[in-house]
């Protein structure tokens, strides 16, 4: 089945280490979006990209970095610079058929400071 | 640009009572629009969506939506609560036919149901 995985589940950073949260995507998707989620903020945009090789800073792109290295996979770190990373990150895919327009999630990484 | 508001941050019904989720949006083309909800420590789970068919649209567990241009609204609705409703709610809006417009999303919805 196609979908949206997205590791680990928990991750734990230690001060000024930078780790990287994985999403792959098995569905052929052009596009692919990384959020972040924090209580009573709603899903807020770090990064997107709408194909392999080029993506864009959103709202909040401060602190983090991402590549598209291959249409299946968009990896995010967050950096040192991050200096409040604690919060639940999303990752989405979606293609544009118009009408017939899908958008999937994955399970979401909850990143915690030790 | 595109931009979505919930119009409540928390919602509390009573097990068996109607709900109601407000959403507003603003686009300057025919947009998709999204339901999602989320459990704690889940996932976003989808709802339903509008993609310019029909206006009234029924989605899982009961629950439907209607678009209305004039509104510029798509609600949220369900006849009788349940106490697995209890989740977080995220309106969305999309342009369909361009790839330059990320996804949009609502601030969430808080719906808390009381037995």
């Known amino acids: 089945d196609g979908g949206i995985t997205q590791s680990p589940k928990y991750l734990f950073r230690k001060e000024g280490q930078n780790v990287t949260l994985s999403c792959e995507q098995n569905?052929?998707?052009?596009?692919m979006y990384w959020y972040r989620q924090d209580p009573g903020q709603g899903l807020r945009l770090i990064y997107y990209s709408q194909i392999v090789n080029d993506f864009q800073k959103g709202d909040i792109a401060e602190g983090y970095s991402v590549s598209r290295e291959k249409k299946e996979s968009f990896p995010l770190t967050v950096t040192s610079a991050q200096k409040n990373p604690t919060a639940f990150y999303l990752c989405a895919s979606r293609i544009k058929m118009g009408v017939g327009e899908k958008l999937f999630f994955g399970s979401g990484t909850q990143l915690s400071v030790l | 640009a595109q931009s979505v508001t919930q119009l409540d941050s928390h919602v509390s019904v009573s097990e068996g009572t109607p709900v109601l989720l407000r959403c507003n949006y603003s686009?300057?083309?025919?947009?998709?629009l999204f339901w999602y909800v989320q459990h704690p420590n889940k996932g976003l789970q989808l709802l339903l969506k509008y993609t310019s068919a029909a206006t009234l649209v029924k989605g899982i567990n009961g629950f439907e939506a209607e678009f209305k241009k004039s509104e510029t609204s798509f609600h949220l609705t369900k006849p009788s609560a349940h106490m697995s409703d209890a989740a977080e709610y995220f309106c969305?809006?999309?342009?369909?036919?361009?790839?330059?417009?990320?996804?949009?999303f609502g601030k969430g919805t808080r719906l808390s149901v009381i037995a």
């Open positions: 686009s300057s083309y025919s947009p998709s």
């Open positions: 969305v809006v999309s342009d369909p036919w361009s790839g330059n417009t990320p996804l949009v």
């Open positions: 569905l052929n998707h052009d596009a």
